[in-house]
């Protein structure tokens, strides 16, 4: 697989890139820009941000919403289906993580795949291959996740806790989340599956970077991923 982005013709004017935006102020106009020379409509929902999120996506170009207050990213995610799918010319949307961990030319191939292929959904898997490397601890941790959310859902993934997907437009009118933390990951893979639309698995590579490792989102997120599997 070419580790290269592709050059793009035109940019994509019928998939929406979804992005929730929390407190990623120095890194979002980065994510933008790289997306702006494939996708026409980047959408960031800023959903409460403190340190000037929004004033750099909008900057970038990005198309903006946003949440007075902190709703958790289930709320910015519904949000920005909602927003995406008022507009008549969204045929997909693709969710994308606003810390730059996602890479431009795995949402390129997951679009084409399910283009190719007429699948609904397309999930972003990092253990499909051994390119990511999250730890050790992470690594457990997301495995006993993927493993609850197997047993709530009726889809057999590999990575259920991967922000990285692409979903047609009748997958996503089917989308009500309702979980605000990271218990939004297994309510979407257990609403997308109740459609019964056909669906696949593309491997993915997520960068842990310096950026998102002094955030402590490495272990961090993945722990709070189990709390709310376990309370919700």
Sequence with gaps: MSSSVPAPSAPDRSAWVVIPLYNEASVIGGVVESLKPH????????????DGSAAEAAKAGALLVQHPVN?????????GFAYALAHPECEYIVTFDADGQHRIEDAIGMLELARHDDVAIVFG????????????????????????????????????????????????????????RMAHATEIVLELGRTHLPWKEYPVELLYTDYSKA???SVLNSVNILVDLVVR
Excluded: M, Y
């Design 39 to 50: 996708f026409a409509h980047i959408v960031c929902i800023d959903d409460g941000s403190s």
């Design 71 to 79: 709703l958790g990213q289930g709320a910015a995610l519904q949000t």
């Design 215 to 217: 955030k402590g989102q």
């Design 125 to 180: 898997s990092r253990f499909l291959d051994d390119r990511t490397n999250p730890g050790w601890i992470k690594k457990v941790i997301l495995k006993t996740a993927v493993w609850v959310t197997n047993l709530t859902t009726s889809l057999k993934l590999t990575d259920a806790h991967n922000g990285l997907r692409v979903i047609r437009r009748d997958a996503a009118e089917a989308i009500d989340l309702r979980q605000d």
